[in-house]
């Protein structure tokens, strides 16, 4: 009965040791999960502004009016906060025509203007001619290898919102004009 008693014993002590394994493989699982889980709320919580020093703070730009290189975090978030965007179309896209190895091409762009102050987009209206001609003039000036990519669509869209703010900066004194796309684009 004795060697009955051991074998017992040892069958006993055997599939004990199995469970403790795939315990501590649980328990690292689940431990795996709140971890994930934790670390993606942490971090979403962080990159929303949440904490101190999140995405905010982060993104805000050195300015350049001030000597101590104070960051312009608060004035960043005045501009966000400021309003919702305010679209202005342009009722008839703008249509010209030139010439690139003397073949006659044309170009119509239909453009849209955003900013988030409607004294801003009122200004636009009342100072549209001046715009639609001066914008008119920097279309017709293109070189056709410029825009047959996008980088050079992106520089003459950079060229025409510089050339907007430079027309209303001079007219009102405000030219807040917060991005320009061009909403139609056709090349022959």
């Known amino acids: 009965m004795a060697v009955d008693e051991e074998n017992e014993g040892a069958e006993k002590n055997e599939p004990a040791k199995q469970p403790k394994g795939t315990l501590l493989k649980a328990v690292l699982i689940v431990l795996s999960i709140f971890l994930a889980i934790g670390g993606s709320v942490v971090a979403t919580l962080y990159f929303a502004g949440v904490f101190p020093g999140g995405a905010d703070e982060t993104s805000a730009e050195v300015s350049h009016d ?13 501009k966000v906060d400021k309003g919702p965007a305010i679209y202005f179309p342009f009722e008839a896209p703008f249509v010209v025509n030139f010439i690139d190895k003397n073949q006659i091409r044309y170009l119509q762009i ?27 003039v ?14 050079g669509k992106q520089k003459l869209r950079d060229l025409a919102l510089e050339e907007l703010r430079r027309i209303l900066k001079e007219e009102t004194g405000n030219g807040e004009v917060e991005a320009l796309y061009f909403t139609g684009f056709v090349m022959q």
């Open 66 to 78: 001030e000597p101590s290189g104070k960051t312009k975090g608060k004035s960043e978030k005045k």
């Open 138 to 151: 920097l279309f017709s000036d293109l070189d056709f290898e410029m825009i047959t990519n996008v980088a």
């Open 110 to 136: 239909n453009v849209e203007v955003m900013a988030r102050d409607q004294e801003v987009i009122d200004a636009i209206g009342v100072h549209l001619p001046k715009i639609k001609n001066n914008l008119l």
